[in-house]
């Protein structure tokens, strides 16, 4: 990723959005980029850091304690870490762990503040992260939860499986769209739907299903490309957006997913192993003008020719 392409991603990053090239030119000689390998630990709680971390590719995840099964947010492309602590006295307050590999631009604290002062855009988006982050906060402590860090964890995060859930999918899909195919850049959206779902709670209730749901979600995380990104629509619906996609690889991908969960056991947290689900799977191309909705409907009229298959 060359110089051009850092400074069009730090414009679609929260904190920077916006802000003039030239400022964002002037704070990209200051930064370097650091390197993380899956479950490498970025930042620890207690620790000082003094740099804030924009994903230029990769996913990480925040979590309260190190062995959390369960994260509160998830950071990927264009998202920033490492920026509440600089009104924490650059304290860290949660882990940060990379869930794939990842290559983060890092930017000194003081550059950041730098850039607060001359750019009247770049606070009013520091006011937007402390604004929803202030928010997520009040949301967690009314639901007798920790005081947990990290911003929008509640509205984004699928508490179950601990991926991104159907409102991050339809807010963000646009964006993820535009910046894609207005390169012309092929992009696919697959949908898995979980066909005997209804038996499967039936069956093993409610802990079952969730098991279940879990382990679909974190297996496909694993299987997927540092870049890809996916999403829990609804009780037995997944969603992914592949970008940088061609038609004849898009295969490519979902036989990595569906293999990878055919060949995971679920296991209840008692030790039950539980039998494996039944998938159907539709791959599509996405089009400029597409929508989450526009997606959805061409996918699931794909479904209906499909024959589910055993994961």
């Not at 930064?31 to 709680?45: D, F, G, H, N």
């Amino acid at each position: 990723m060359n110089s051009a392409e850092i400074i069009s991603l730090l414009q679609e990053s929260p904190l920077f959005r916006k802000v003039k090239s030239s400022a964002l030119a002037s704070m990209l000689m200051k930064t370097w980029r650091v390197k993380l390998v899956p479950e490498q630990i970025l930042l620890t709680p207690g620790k000082i850091n003094d740099a804030v971390y924009i994903v230029l590719s990769g996913r990480l995840r925040a979590q309260i304690n190190v062995d959390d099964t369960r994260p509160i947010a998830l950071f990927g492309l264009a998202e920033c870490v490492g920026e509440m602590s600089m009104f924490e006295d650059n304290q860290v307050s949660a882990f940060v762990i990379a869930v794939t590999e990842c290559d983060l631009l890092a930017i000194r604290h003081a550059d950041v503040w730098s850039i607060l002062n001359e750019s009247l855009q770049a606070s009013h988006n520091m006011l937007n992260i402390l604004a929803n982050r202030m928010i997520s906060s009040n949301r967690m402590l009314a639901d007798s939860m920790e005081s947990l860090h990290g911003y929008e964890a509640m509205d984004y995060i699928n508490t179950t499986t601990g991926i991104y859930n159907r409102r991050w999918l339809a807010e963000n899909m646009g964006r993820l769209i535009h910046r894609h195919t207005m390169t012309q850049q092929p992009c696919a959206f697959i949908l898995l739907k979980v066909e005997n779902f209804a038996q499967y709670d039936s069956m093993f209730g409610s802990l079952g299903c969730d098991q279940a749901q879990r382990t679909i979600a974190q297996t496909m995380l694993r299987s997927l490309r540092p870049n890809d990104m996916a999403a829990h629509l609804s009780e037995d619906q997944f969603a992914i957006f592949l970008p940088h996609t061609r038609p004849e690889n898009v295969h490519v991908v979902t036989g990595r997913v569906t293999e990878e969960i055919a060949q995971t056991t679920i296991v209840t947290p008692t030790g039950d192993a539980l039998p494996p689900v039944t998938l159907s799977v539709a791959a599509i191309q996405v089009q400029p003008n597409d929508t989450l909705e526009s997606l959805l409907v061409r996918a699931r009229d794909s479904l209906q020719t499909q024959q589910p298959q055993r994961a």
